[in-house]
């Protein structure tokens, strides 16, 4: 369960900075890994409206969205953003890595591909402003809605707070701890009630990047899905992501893992292994399944098609039984 905060004040230790740490600790105390991008602080350049996104799916500016950002939303359960108000919306800070997303809603609507997480990606704002005004975050809301439906996440819910300047003036609110609670609670206990499947290969390139694809399209909801490689690749394999857009699903920006990192989420109660040979990994009480599937690395695209296919049978299967 992954958790990735955004944070979009450029004020360190200000007000929207101890309301998503304290979001972030609630989430690791329900057993989430976090990460917060101070966004201030990273290369994340203003969109120059190429319109390759549109034509190609992707954005040829070069820096941390393309490095980092896009993969971390993709990989995110929840993202939760976290902003003052700067003239009734988002600071431009964070505003530049929402125009950037493009990139996604054009995967999205004009290229037709869903995110393995579609389903299940959910999304939060926090934000505080200086004043009272009846309609302080009605552009905030709008623009947060739009994000959120570019990169394939529900817009669930925010916590807002007004007349909020001084240091340390979230702090001393009297209701901003049991508000935290509550908000983290809703959306993180009925992810904690998912079953942990992990499924593995050799370089976590190819088979068990289309198995956690199609587990997590298909019963993410039901399934926490981790997958990772005894000895990964330094990138997934291309064949498999155009394989795997023939079926809509879109593994664009899918990062490849080691099966220790992938165990690091948590111990599975089902394994799945495919070809990771003496390092398939082993949880005490897991459920151990071997799928014996043929490598497709270096075959050409037929054969990718074939494994795709076989592997979305047995996925499907398993998902019934697990669910």
């Known amino acids: 369960m992954r958790v990735l905060g955004l944070q979009g004040s450029p004020r360190k230790n200000g007000n929207n900075d101890y309301l998503l740490q304290r979001f972030m600790e609630a989430a690791e105390g329900h057993g989430a890994l976090t990460r917060t991008l101070w966004v201030d602080r990273m290369d994340i350049r ?23 950002v896009y993969a971390l939303i993709r990989e995110a359960d929840v993202i939760v953003a976290a902003t003052p108000i ?29 995110d393995p997480g579609c389903r299940i990606r959910q999304g939060y704002l926090l934000s505080t402003a200086a004043s009272k005004g009846k309609n302080l975050f009605e552009g905030l809301h709008l623009t947060t809605h739009y994000f959120y439906d570019a990169v394939d996440a529900r817009y669930v819910g925010s916590l807002t707070y007004r007349e909020i300047e001084g240091k340390g003036e979230m702090a001393a609110h009297p209701t901003v701890a049991a508000d935290v609670a509550a908000a983290v609670a809703a959306l993180l206990k009925p992810l904690e009630r998912r079953r942990r499947v992990l499924f593995a290969c050799r370089e976590n390139a190819c088979r068990s990047q289309m198995a956690a694809g199609f587990a997590q399209y298909l019963a993410g909801d039901k399934l926490e899905v981790l997958y990772g490689g005894s000895s990964p690749a330094e990138a997934v394999n291309p064949l498999m992501v155009e394989a795997m857009a023939e079926k809509g699903i879109d593994m664009y920006f899918r990062r490849t893992r080691s099966i220790d990192d992938a165990l ?9 292994t495919m070809g990771c040979e003496e390092n398939c990994p082993f949880a005490p009480g897991a459920e151990r399944v071997e799928w014996q599937l043929p490598d497709p690395a270096g075959a050409p695209l037929e054969t990718m098609r074939r494994v795709r296919d076989e592997i979305e049978r047995r996925v499907g299967e398993l998902a019934a039984r697990l669910t």
């Open 46 to 68: 203003p969109c120059k409206e190429f319109t390759t996104c549109e034509k190609k799916g992707f954005c040829p500016i070069d820096d941390a969205m393309k490095q980092e």
């Open 264 to 272: 690091a989420e948590g111990p599975p109660g089902v394994i799945v």
């Open 86 to 114: 700067f003239f009734y919306n988002m600071t431009a800070q964070l505003k530049a890595l929402v125009d950037r997303c493009q990139t996604l809603w054009s995967r999205k609507y004009m290229l037709k591909l869903k």
